[in-house]
């Protein structure tokens, strides 16, 4: 960022991907999002999860051995995180920068994990409906207790002063002694 210096990584089909300033390594997914969000997917163009070393010709698959989507990879402490439905449901996991040493970290059977994202060693991503947090060091995870502050506008008692000005129609009783 000091230099605006740019290198051009000579990487075909990446897409997103994370970075190793210390270690020189992307992790990175091959391909984009298979579109239709299909679960468990396991066609041509699931993602799967790569390493590039700078100053090496080629990147190396890291979760090759598995035929389903693995993505997001997020670096902390020597492990790369990442989400994977290796258990059939997509998941948390991490493995060493070699693709050896995998450790699943939650372990949901109804929804998938959803768009991990990782900040100081807290992992936080969509169950559901909810937002829940992994914190990597004390290897828990739990639901975000969410509190919206509002003055509920819209559920307030409200009077009407001259209702008549809000009639749009009308009808008259059968006996005609009310309208």
């Known amino acids: 960022p000091e230099?605006?210096?740019e290198t051009l990584v000579p990487l075909h089909q990446a897409s997103s991907g994370t970075y190793d300033p210390d270690e020189k390594i992307l992790g990175f997914?091959?391909?984009a999002a298979q579109g239709s969000r299909t679960k468990r997917y396991m066609g041509g163009t699931?993602?799967?999860?790569?390493?590039?070393?700078?100053?090496r010709d080629e990147a190396v698959p890291l979760t090759a051995d598995y035929p389903g989507t693995s993505k997001d990879p997020m670096w902390y402490g020597g492990r790369v995180y990442f989400a994977?439905?290796?258990?059939?449901?997509?998941?948390?996991?991490?493995?060493?920068p070699d693709g050896k040493d995998m450790k699943q970290h939650t372990d949901y059977k109804y929804f998938d994990v959803q768009e991990p994202e990782l900040h100081?060693?807290?992992?936080?991503?969509?169950?559901?409906a909810d937002l829940y947090i992994y914190n990597?060091?004390?290897?828990?995870?739990?639901?975000?207790?969410?509190?919206l502050v509002s003055d509920f506008e819209q559920r307030r008692e409200?009077?009407?002063?001259?209702?008549?000005?809000?009639?749009?129609?009308g009808d008259v009783s059968d006996k005609g002694d009310y309208i």
Not at 136 to 147: A, M
Not at 158 to 169: D, E, T, V, Y
């Open 84 to 96: 994977t439905a290796n258990d059939g449901t997509m998941n948390i996991w991490s493995m060493t």
């Open 136 to 147: 990597i060091s004390s290897d828990t995870d739990g639901k975000v207790t969410i509190y």
């Open 29 to 31: 997914t091959r391909l």
């Open 120 to 128: 100081d060693g807290n992992i936080i991503y969509q169950i559901g």
């Open 3 to 5: 230099s605006l210096e």
């Open 158 to 169: 409200k009077w009407i002063g001259n209702p008549s000005r809000f009639i749009s129609s």
């Open 46 to 55: 699931a993602q799967n999860l790569w390493n590039f070393t700078a100053g």
